[in-house]
């Protein structure tokens, strides 16, 4: 058995109103029967390959970045330390 969650948008007012009835204990899921079918899975994710294959390249792109940018500032560091005398 499987259970497929499924979210909705909703305001910030709707989602603190959500969140105390959740609290509470009062909230009532919307809990619906269904069959899940492997060959939708499938698609679902062949469809967030490409998605996931570019936020990725995106994210490998920010880490150089990032990286180049940390270095830098450690030589910067690492210099302004070699000026004082202890």
């Known amino acids: 058995m499987f259970d497929i969650i499924q979210f909705q948008c909703v305001t910030e007012l709707q989602l603190q109103n959500l969140r105390r009835l959740a609290f509470a204990g009062k909230y009532q899921y919307q809990i619906t029967d269904s069959i ?20 990725k390249q995106k994210q490998h792109i920010a880490q150089k970045h990032m990286q180049q940018i940390e270095i830098q500032l450690l030589k910067e560091i690492d210099s302004n330390n070699n000026n004082y005398y202890y």
Do not use: T
Request: proline share 0%; hydrophobic share 40%; aromatic share 4%.
């Open 36 to 55: 899940l079918n492997i060959n939708d899975i499938k698609q679902l994710e062949d469809s967030l390959d490409e998605d996931l294959l570019s936020f």
